[in-house]
């Protein structure tokens, strides 16, 4: 018969066995929503911080910026950290009730890109972009104003250009040359262009130059790039479907800007804020800037975040 100090001993040990089986268990990965726009230089800078921290390598939820804070609000999905392309998205759809506040942290500025292939590229100027747009023979791609800022932004682009160009009718013409068939989501546009099914495409800058794409810049008057031009670019506005399609909203000219939060409720909360600080951070500004985004030469922050940017 066994002794009772024995089975004592050997419960002790089963029990010890299964503690140190709990410790080493491996943390969940951080869940990052993250805008189209920003998939690539955020993975970059994820990657580090995740290695940097002994961390899984983090999950990216890619969509355009108000499909994910839809997600959060509509559908009751709260990840670790929400990276848009617009604060406003933010700001309509998921403050106060989800979020407290949040960082700006990177620019960008809308480009015409096309490819060699391209009908009129060879005589496409900076000066007189619109005469090739809209001709006839030419297809034009763009996002849905609803789903992504990008879409939205690419309207009021057209808006400026005709005032800027003082060509009446403008904004009118280049929506005739992107009709619905051509209003797709920013991976397609991509990929329609390369396939030379369309000839030019409404996109942010870094997108095109991260998948080699020709970029045509506009004038600074149009492509909401200098936050020194805020006020001329809210001289455009546009009214859009709001959170339920009895609703609208109006949305104004504005520079682009990405912004950061860390949600409310979100499910790994200290370690999303850490991720967060090091995203803006210098070290993780300058990964982002590596892969092409535009980063800011201080970041902002709006609402309550200053105590876990401040943390150590």
Known sequence: MRRPGIQWLTMLGLLLGACAEAKVAPPEPLVVFTAVSLAAPLRAALDTFTQR????AAAQEVAGSVELARRVAELGRTPD?????????????????HVDGWVLFARNRLVLAYTDRSRGADRL?????????????????????????????????WRLAERHHGRAGLEAQLLARSPPRNVRPESELVALLQAGELDYAWLYESQARAVGLRVLPLPVEIDLSDPALEQRYAEASIRLRGRTAADSITMAGAPIVYALAVPRAAPQRARAER????LVSDSGRAILARHGLNTMDSVRAVGSVAAWMRAP
């Open 81 to 97: 950290l929400i990276v848009v392309a617009d604060p406003e998205v933010l700001s309509r759809h998921l403050a106060p009730a």
């Open 275 to 278: 991720a967060a600080r090091f």
């Open 53 to 56: 921290e002994g961390l899984p």
């Open 125 to 157: 100027s900076r000066a007189r972009w619109y005469e090739i747009l809209t001709r006839d023979d030419v297809e034009v791609g763009r996002t849905d104003p609803d789903l992504v800022p990008i879409g939205y932004r690419t309207l009021l682009a």
